[in-house]
């Protein structure tokens, strides 16, 4: 029974030091003798830099040195690496134009770094910056996909004539085609997935140090993945041998996906603290988070449907169009190729898929991962055409869907783009989430609201993702240039307690009680004698971070692993003890016992003999009881579930607001309900934003217009509805914990419910679809403009 | 350069500023309160909110000058001396109300205005519409509202809500 104690709603062990004020953010860490860095953007989109002049700048009051494009490249700084190459149809690798830290000979977007001013002050700093004149000779920008594909579009850069990074497949299209061909009805729609800005709350932050005596650099960052930054910035930018370079990611402010990427802004404070050997401080203004954190989404797809007279999918065909930005950003090129192709299947048996991907560049801030990453994308494309399927066949949304899940009993099944699903059960995720929204009561509910002058609608969603990234060997074949294990040692420590290692990293996840409550659970300590220490370099073992909802997955399954190599050499150190064979030593809430006997040594006996080694076997076995493992998944876990949104319109205005909202997902095995649910609502709500509220726009000249938190639309708390969670299981099967992961599912599944249930409210306007977000402004339109097709009342 | 004098949880400091000092780089900087957060810089986040006077203010809207002579609390000043948690904080931590922590502290101070603004009694809608000046990002704010509305009672010196 090693999971006893797993599944309760223990409050978090991190909660005492965020709440009095205590919490250590990397804006938080002063070193001593610390300078401050000001980084001057571009605030064009497209332009040559004819000149820098500093002079002004450098003869500034507090300033102690300035440094542009042509300081790093004198140095042999590198320029930013990308972590995954994909290839071409024709098998050719992507277009992978460099990435410099400072930008050289020419900016590409707005927020490009072009010069940094190091001083005594942030405002000084600032204060100089604004004395550095740059001599731009502007070029026309590539502000959107169509504007980057189109004829004679801008170049953004002059190695990738036509802006294409990659034109990529999955899928046989003659099969597809065929299986159209063969069709009883076509649907097909046309969608734009909606550029969204991440907006932790916490900006990004970094601090450089350098150790004039033994050579050493530290380097304090806000990131998800500490281990990959020193990998990335030591080998690749730096040129610092890991055993010269330690990177520490302290409390982080909120990730969703925009902490990963090893940014500029690292190795600047890094390389100009070794040139001025002092500590270097950069912290984001909130308007620089806007238009240098990278940015989500932004795709233009068109979805095809192939489906026999009774509903069945025959055939799914897909073209989109994925903007990347003006740099592939660090994971930028898997975004919409692995982690969004292959999910098209979604929940249902859709026997044959094509999908071609156009990967774009355009003079708009990187675009990478953010929370889901590619699944919200392929879930928003799918569930929109399954809701069009059903309104072009005149079936029940409900029943189109149910029709064409995969059964049940059909895992694991194999999908035809690649994934192999372990378990579900779509059919329960549904049909719990139906009751728990009163889906039965819906109509009468649309029509009371018909009597407040409001259109009420009610949205569906069945979605699935794939996360618990990933197996090395298949991610390697697929591109990646990393592998994604994860790393966990165990230590026991004399006296019993234990220290948690692990290269997984909380950024609000609770890691450090959900991981202290499976050690607890497995190795019978009290939770207050397990410590988890994440986030820096020099203290845990090669990992490779938290994103893709791998934490518990990945690194879970490393913590099982090496509590079973703990486990394993206790039983040697009982049996030695006991004067028994190690085959009769059983382990249980905590002790070692002699099967059968009353004879038993509790753990913390266990360790005091292994550290203390004078009744031992010292000739077979080592001192001490500190485990490491690494852990290699097997597949992706893929949690799936049903979101329900209601919804009503003011017909006045046009303002939506969510009047119940309902999730059952299937995550695996839960460790902390309450932390699962508090992901979930998290989740939505970016989902819900998403669909409501956000949108990164820039103008057709390409300057971005939502660059503040004024322009762009937080959700807030009166945007919001009581988000209802619950959990409806299926174990994952090929991990040791049976967990799936629960970070996204609720920023996946939300949007096309709550575009369904839009949609579903204006049926009488003639609307088939509309693209997020969908505010007041254009439901107000629909409704001036649509005649309804007969009374709601 | 100019001096403030400024009473900051319960103890006195007089510090030298510049003219344009937000009263959160004072804090942040000068005192080393780092509970205090900046997340925007357009007054949109409420990550800085703290009590002047006894009423919330958003510290990086107003000048470290502009603050003389006042009483400022911050969240380092909320728990009291033997480390029991103000009823605010004690609900946050039983409702799961926060994640990363990042937009808690302002939240927290936020919050505990609305309670005692409020004598008479909150509304779910009260709580969200009273939240307007501070983001989250991580929670989607149900468990901040449940927060709020636990610890009314208990501030108000009412029997909590079974």
Known sequence: MPFEGIGASVRRKEDARFLNGRGNYTDDINRPGQLHAYIRRADRPHATIKGID??????????????????????????????????????????????????????????????????????????????????????????????????????????????????????????????????????????????????????????????????????????????????????????????????????????????????????????????????????????????????GRDHVSTAEMALDADGNFLALRISTLANMGAYLSTFAPCIPTYLYATLLAGVYKTPVIYCEVKAVFTNTVPVDAYRGAGRPEATFLIERLVDACAHDTGMDRVAIRRKNFIAADAFPYQTPVALQYDSGNYQATLDACLKAADHAGFEARRSAAVGRGKLRGIGISTYIEACGIAPSAVVGSLGARAGLYECAEIRVHPTG?????????????????TFAQLVSAQLGVPMDQVDVVHGDTAKIPFGMGTYGSRSLAVGGSAMVKAMDKVIAKGKKIAAHLMEASVDDIEFKDGKFTVAGTDKSKALAEISLAAYVPHNYPIEELEPGLDETAFYDPKNFTFPAGCHIAEIEIDRDTGVVEVMNFVAVDDVGRVINPMIVEGQVQGGVAQGIGQALLENAVYDKDGQLLSGSMMDYTMPRADNLPNIKVATETTLCTHNPLGVKGCGEVGAIGSPPAIIGAIVDALKDYGVRHIDMPASPQKIWSIIQAGQPRMAAE | MPQVTLTVNGKQHTVEVENRTLLVELLREKLSLTGTHVGCDTSQCGACVVHVDGVSAKSCTMLALQADGTAVITIEGLAAADGTLHPMQEMFREHHALQCGFCTPGMVMSAIDLVNSHPGGLTEKQIREGLEGNLCRCTGYHNIVKAIAAAWPLMHGKAAAA
């Open chain 1, 54 to 295: 500093t002079s002004a700048a450098a003869k500034a009051p507090g300033v102690v040195a300035v440094f542009t494009g042509a300081d790093l490249a004198a140095d042999n700084v590198g320029g930013l690496p990308c972590g995954w190459q994909i290839h071409n149809k024709d098998g050719s690798p992507m277009a992978e134009p460099p990435h410099p830290v400072l930008a050289i000979g020419k900016v590409r977007h707005v927020g490009d770094p072009v010069a940094v001013v190091i001083a005594e002050t942030k405002q000084a700093a600032k204060d100089a910056a604004e004395q550095i004149v740059i001599d731009y000779q502007d070029l026309p920008a590539a502000a959107s996909l169509r504007d980057a594909i189109a004829a004679g579009a801008p170049t953004v850069h002059d190695e990738v004539p036509g802006n294409i990074c990659y034109d990529w497949h999955i899928g046989d299209k003659a099969v597809v085609d065929a299986a159209f061909a063969k069709a009883a009805k076509v649907v097909k729609l046309d969608l734009t997935n909606n550029r969204l800005i991440p907006n932790a709350m916490e900006p990004r932050a970094a601090v450089g140090d350098y150790d004039v005596n033994s050579g050493d650099f530290t380097l304090f960052t806000t990131s998800q993945n500490p281990h990959v930054i020193r990998l990335l910035m030591g080998a690749f930018v730096l040129h610092i041998p890991e055993n010269r370079l330690r990177v520490v990611a302290p409390d982080v402010g909120g990730g969703f996906g925009s902490k990963i990427y090893h940014y500029a802004e690292e190795a600047i404070v890094t390389w100009a603290a070794g040139k001025v050997r002092r500590p270097v401080k950069w912290t984001a203004e909130r308007t620089e988070s806007f238009m240098s954190d990278a940015h």
């Open chain 1, 497 to 513: 307690s234990v220290t948690v290692f692990t290269g997984s990293h909380s950024h609000g996840q609770g890691h450090e009680t």
